[in-house]
């Protein structure tokens, strides 16, 4: 019987509610305000963890997206401590950071169907 949850999982997950915390509530950063974890993928060595978020009122722009993966890797070392002191684990992965596009595609999506359905009714 396979395992319902890997050892590389269950890390991800415990990375990601830490990170998120730290995030909130000890980054000054302006650039990575309202921004929230969304998933975390550690590799099978634990050396590197990707890192999705995305931000809760959007970006304005693809510079925006940008500034704020800036402010989180320039905050990448901090973070990482943060996760060494809060989590017991041998090796802290090195953190990565990407933009999470899964938030926009589902409300595009979202578009498509309500506009397929008023469709349908004016019919």
Same mark, same amino acid.
């Given at each position: 019987m396979a395992r319902e949850? !890997?050892?590389?999982n269950r890390i991800g997950e415990v990375?990601?509610?830490e990170l998120a915390q730290m995030i909130q509530q000890e980054l000054a950063d302006p650039r990575v305000r309202m921004v929230t974890v969304s998933h975390v993928d550690v590799s099978a060595d634990l050396k590197? &963890?990707?890192v999705y978020v995305t931000r809760l009122n959007d970006f304005e !722009?693809?510079?925006d997206v940008k500034e704020c993966l800036a402010g989180l890797a320039n905050a990448a070392g901090f973070l990482r401590r943060g996760i060494a002191k809060r989590v017991e684990i041998r090796i802290v992965p090195e953190l990565r950071f990407?933009?999470?596009q899964s938030l926009e595609h589902g409300f595009h999506m979202d578009e498509l169907i309500a506009k &397929?359905?008023?469709g349908l009714d004016d019919e």
């Amino acid at each position: 019987m396979a395992r319902e949850f !890997s050892r590389t999982n269950r890390i991800g997950e415990v990375i990601m509610r830490e990170l998120a915390q730290m995030i909130q509530q000890e980054l000054a950063d302006p650039r990575v305000r309202m921004v929230t974890v969304s998933h975390v993928d550690v590799s099978a060595d634990l050396k590197y &963890a990707k890192v999705y978020v995305t931000r809760l009122n959007d970006f304005e !722009s693809e510079q925006d997206v940008k500034e704020c993966l800036a402010g989180l890797a320039n905050a990448a070392g901090f973070l990482r401590r943060g996760i060494a002191k809060r989590v017991e684990i041998r090796i802290v992965p090195e953190l990565r950071f990407y933009y999470d596009q899964s938030l926009e595609h589902g409300f595009h999506m979202d578009e498509l169907i309500a506009k &397929a359905n008023t469709g349908l009714d004016d019919e």
